[in-house]
């Protein structure tokens, strides 16, 4: 064995060439976001400065309204003078709260940011191992119980769930909050849990069922190939051979759903900010949409866009660390 200090060079060069190429991709993609977020809102029917001034204002306020915000120039010129803003770190400002944006987005990303994070943990530490008992126990009693389980998940809407928890934890058991939000440097952990453990199953039970199909699928599928026969027939002890073997060599299709599952609950938590009334990004979105406060608006969908694209971008790079053949594609 001696050391081929060539080939290690260009692994190095095929990794960097890789993340290039992926980061390159991310900017027409940030640019087509931008774009659509922009015309989705704008050509809402309505004027906006009318809207957030009232029916009673006078038209002299309407129109310094509108040249203040610069609703009056042509949608492209208003759309170049809010990315040049962007590019100086401005993301605007809100008609109604006495606020730099920059604030009021990591006020309320915070506990969007949060109540994710707790869903997910919920969607990975259920719905995985449930998918590999399922694969495991195939054609079982068990198996039939955590396939009507996963079903329930897929079918049920997280908000009607989440009125399901309150009515059992909160008004039957009284064991939790019926909602709010405790941020986690000033309450602590525990107490931050508290408020969000509810939301959070009902945030993920729905992701919780597509993981478990998925898991039990692509399990399955590597169970039957004849290096799993060849190990079992060798005396692997079943632990190492789902674990070790099966789940390390299934791990691909599960790693798009979990890339996929963390940005539909970012996106979808806006629902059950509303129902367990958490001041999150969702929330903020849905409250600024009645005020057609569109700075907030534009920006706090932006915020929520770009992260999802870097989730995506994440995922790519998990790929070229589990398959290096990933990133050697052409």
């Given amino acids: 064995m001696f050391y081929d200090g060539q080939n290690e060079g260009k692994g190095v060069t095929d990794v960097r060439k890789y993340l290039i190429r992926r980061i390159l991709t991310l900017i027409p993609v940030l640019f087509i ?4 977020i922009f015309t989705l809102i704008h050509l809402t029917p309505g004027d906006p400065a ?9 038209e002299s306020d309407v129109e310094a309204l ?3 915000m610069g609703f009056n120039k042509p949608l492209p010129v208003q759309y170049f003078d809010w990315m040049a803003d962007i590019f100086h770190g401005n993301l605007g400002k809100s008609v109604y709260i006495n606020q730099p944006m920059t604030e009021i987005i990591a006020d309320h990303m915070g ?9 997910m943990i919920f969607v990975i530490l259920v719905g995985i191992p449930l998918g590999i008992i399922a694969a495991k126990k195939r054609g079982t009693i068990a198996d039939s119980a955590i396939e009507g389980l996963s079903m329930v998940g897929i079918s049920i809407p997280s908000f009607l769930l989440g009125l399901l928890l309150i009515l059992l934890f909160v008004v039957k058991l009284k064991w939790l909050p019926v909602g709010g939000y405790k941020p986690l ?28 199909r998925m898991t039990r699928s692509s399990v399955l599928e590597v169970l039957n190939c004849d290096y799993i026969k060849m190990a079992k027939a060798k005396g692997v002890k079943e632990f190492w051979l789902v674990f070790k073997h099966a789940l390390k060599n299934a791990i691909l299709p599960i790693l798009t759903t979990i890339g996929q599952t963390l940005m539909g ?3 979808g938590a806006s629902i059950v900010e509303t129902v367990f009334n958490i001041p999150g990004a969702g929330q903020l ?9 569109y700075e907030v608006i534009q920006a706090d969908v932006l915020v929520i866009a770009v992260i999802n694209v870097l989730v995506c971008f994440l995922i790519d790079i998990l790929y070229s660390v589990v398959d290096p053949r990933v990133r050697l594609e052409k």
């Fill in 265 to 267: 609950l970012l996106s």
């Fill in 111 to 119: 506990p969007t940011i949060m109540l994710t994070m707790y869903a």
């Fill in 66 to 68: 509108r040249e203040t």
């Fill in 50 to 58: 009318r809207i957030m001034l009232g029916a009673q204002a006078s």
């Fill in 185 to 212: 440097k000033e309450y602590g952990f525990l107490e931050n849990l508290r408020y969000l453990v509810l939301p959070a199953v009902a945030l993920g039970f729905m992701e919780t069922g597509l993981i478990i």
């Fill in 33 to 36: 976001v931008s774009v659509v």
């Fill in 285 to 293: 979105i849905i409250n600024s949409v009645s005020k057609r406060d």
